[in-house]
């Protein structure tokens, strides 16, 4: 990926950094890369994710999904870290698999899709590090009690990503389903490039060499300037802004098929950075479409934002037709790629010409390569962007404390946590 950071600098926006302060920052940089490498040496708990691409055996995971190859929907079943990583990469690509990610317990929606389906066809890709977050295990169930009542062998049509031990693991074995691991020492929203996030690629069939190669090309980026690597000027300039007063990073990829990568970017900014008080709140925006939602505050409102673009160079496009309408006629010269670039850079320009600082990612296309490059880059930028910070990037403590008082309250053990949901404070207005 390529990084344009010349709307963020003190000379375009306000808030803004200076060039001076980014050659400061320079330094920071410089060190934290130190760390960062030799926390990939030393195969330290989530620096250890920045050497998946090595790491990750394209092969395994092909022989691991052959007995579901043939499916025509695939359910993943995770959820956070152990469904967005693949979700961005097949709702980005194009495949004749459907894919579903039951990462929410609604049980209408879960129902709806149960019903749609044709289950003889399907398959499930159950996925959790821990083994034992109760969404998962529970909407596990749930498709596993379905796949039975359709008169269809769940456990020939399973296969299980999870840690060396858990509940996971020991049903796993149990029906002696097929079984890859959370690598050690990756964290689920970092762990798109292992098992976790490439199970789903490999039933869609497709290129998982191609998408390790590509975040292979962004690892050699890594380098001790913030001029010299794209994900360490992301990293750094979403940190100093965040320093200046712009709290909330609005996500904005101009591609239909990038939707989801926003929400993975969500994850992975929110609690990675989310600690002692500090961090930066991400927002989901996608473009066109929120062009005519949320561009308002974001040129006009609070000057608390940065807005991060993601734009792709090229992909396929289609001809406006011709219209006899004179007031329209301009749009016939023009194809829906063309259009999606002019507003792209009309809504870029706008923002910098308001003072609102901005970022432009650009990779070349949608595919296997390009995206492995923006999922390792974006990766690097945040454990950078922790670094400077002095947070934990790795832990979230915050969300495991739900997590606690979730099963304490459901009766899956003793849990303190739970104790705090009896000591609700409230002030309630009734009809
Ligand atoms: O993979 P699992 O252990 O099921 O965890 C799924 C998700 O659970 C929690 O919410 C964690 O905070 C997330 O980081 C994680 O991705």
């Given at each position: 990926?390529?990084?344009?950071?010349?709307?963020?600098?003190?000379?375009v926006?306000?808030?803004?950094?200076?060039?001076?302060?980014?050659?400061?920052?320079?330094?920071?940089?410089?060190?934290?890369?130190?760390?960062?490498?030799r926390?990939?040496e030393?195969?330290a708990h989530?620096?250890e994710?920045?050497?998946?691409?090595q790491?990750?055996d394209?092969?395994?995971?092909?022989?691991?999904?052959?007995?579901?190859?043939d499916?025509?929907?695939?359910?993943?079943?995770?959820?956070g870290?152990?469904?967005?990583?693949?979700?961005?990469?097949?709702?980005?690509?194009?495949?004749d698999?459907?894919?579903?990610?039951l990462?929410?317990?609604?049980?209408?929606?879960?129902?709806?899709?149960l019903?749609?389906?044709?289950?003889?066809?399907?398959?499930?890709?159950?996925?959790?590090?821990?083994?034992?977050?109760?969404?998962?295990?529970?909407?596990f169930l749930?498709?596993?009690?379905?796949?039975?009542?359709?008169?269809?062998?769940?456990?020939?049509r399973?296969?299980?990503?999870?840690?060396?031990?858990?509940?996971?693991?020991?049903?796993?074995?149990?029906?002696?389903?097929p079984a890859?691991?959370?690598?050690?020492?990756?964290p689920?929203?970092?762990?798109?490039?292992?098992?976790?996030?490439?199970?789903?690629a490999?039933?869609?069939?497709?290129?998982?060499?191609?998408?390790?190669?590509?975040a292979?090309?962004e690892?050699?980026?890594?380098?001790?300037?913030?001029?010299?690597?794209?994900?360490?000027?992301?990293?750094?300039?979403?940190y100093?802004?965040?320093?200046?007063?712009?709290g909330?990073?609005?996500?904005?990829?101009y591609?239909?098929?990038?939707?989801?990568?926003?929400?993975?970017?969500a994850?992975?900014?929110?609690?990675?950075?989310?600690?002692?008080?500090?961090?930066?709140?991400?927002?989901?925006?996608?473009?066109?479409?929120?062009?005519?939602?949320?561009?308002?505050?974001?040129?006009?409102?609070?000057?608390d934002?940065l807005?991060?673009?993601?734009?792709?160079?090229?992909?396929?496009?289609?001809?406006?037709?011709?219209?006899?309408?004179?007031?329209?006629?301009?749009?016939?010269?023009?194809?829906?790629?063309e259009l999606?670039?002019a507003?792209f850079?009309?809504?870029?320009?706008?923002?910098?010409?308001?003072?609102?600082?901005?970022?432009?990612?650009?990779?070349?296309?949608?595919?296997?390569?390009?995206?492995?490059?923006?999922?390792?880059?974006?990766?690097?930028?945040?454990?950078?962007?922790?670094?400077?910070?002095?947070?934990?990037?790795?832990?979230?403590?915050?969300?495991?404390?739900?997590?606690?008082?979730?099963?304490?309250?459901?009766?899956g053990?003793?849990?303190?946590e739970a104790?705090?949901?009896?000591?609700?404070?409230?002030?309630?207005v009734?009809r």
């Amino acid at each position: 990926m390529n990084v344009d950071i010349g709307n963020a600098l003190a000379s375009v926006a306000s808030p803004g950094v200076s060039r001076e302060s980014l050659e400061r920052l320079d330094n920071h940089v410089a060190a934290a890369h130190e760390r960062i490498e030799r926390g990939m040496e030393n195969q330290a708990h989530g620096y250890e994710a920045l050497n998946l691409p090595q790491r990750t055996d394209p092969d395994e995971i092909r022989a691991a999904v052959e007995p579901i190859a043939d499916a025509e929907t695939l359910f993943t079943v995770g959820i956070g870290g152990s469904s967005l990583g693949a979700a961005t990469i097949t709702n980005a690509l194009e495949s004749d698999t459907e894919t579903i990610f039951l990462d929410n317990v609604d049980p209408e929606w879960i129902t709806s899709h149960l019903e749609r389906v044709s289950l003889e066809n399907a398959a499930i890709n159950v996925v959790s590090r821990s083994g034992t977050t109760a969404e998962t295990l529970a909407n596990f169930l749930v498709v596993r009690e379905a796949f039975e009542s359709a008169g269809v062998d769940w456990t020939e049509r399973t296969i299980v990503t999870t840690g060396e031990s858990g509940p996971l693991r020991e049903l796993a074995d149990r029906h002696d389903l097929p079984a890859l691991k959370v690598p050690d020492g990756v964290p689920g929203r970092f762990s798109a490039l292992s098992a976790v996030g490439m199970v789903a690629a490999a039933v869609c069939g497709h290129d998982l060499e191609a998408l390790l190669e590509g975040a292979a090309a962004e690892a050699e980026t890594l380098s001790g300037s913030l001029f010299e690597c794209p994900a360490y000027a992301y990293g750094a300039t979403a940190y100093a802004l965040d320093e200046r007063g712009a709290g909330v990073n609005a996500m904005m990829p101009y591609a239909e098929s990038l939707e989801t990568s926003a929400e993975w970017f969500a994850q992975l900014w929110a609690e990675s950075l989310g600690k002692d008080d500090l961090g930066q709140t991400p927002v989901r925006a996608l473009g066109v479409t929120d062009q005519h939602s949320q561009l308002q505050l974001y040129r006009a409102g609070p000057r608390d934002k940065l807005v991060t673009f993601v734009t792709a160079q090229e992909g396929t496009d289609r001809q406006i037709p011709d219209t006899d309408v004179a007031e329209l006629s301009y749009l016939g010269d023009a194809t829906l790629g063309e259009l999606l670039e002019a507003e792209f850079e009309a809504t870029e320009a706008s923002l910098a010409a308001a003072g609102r600082p901005n970022v432009r990612i650009e990779i070349e296309r949608v595919d296997e390569y390009e995206l492995g490059g923006l999922l390792y880059g974006l990766e690097a930028a945040c454990v950078l962007a922790g670094e400077l910070y002095g947070v934990n990037t790795f832990e979230q403590p915050a969300v495991e404390w739900a997590k606690n008082a979730t099963r304490g309250l459901l009766g899956g053990g003793e849990f303190e946590e739970a104790e705090a949901v009896a000591d609700k404070t409230e002030l309630r207005v009734e009809r």
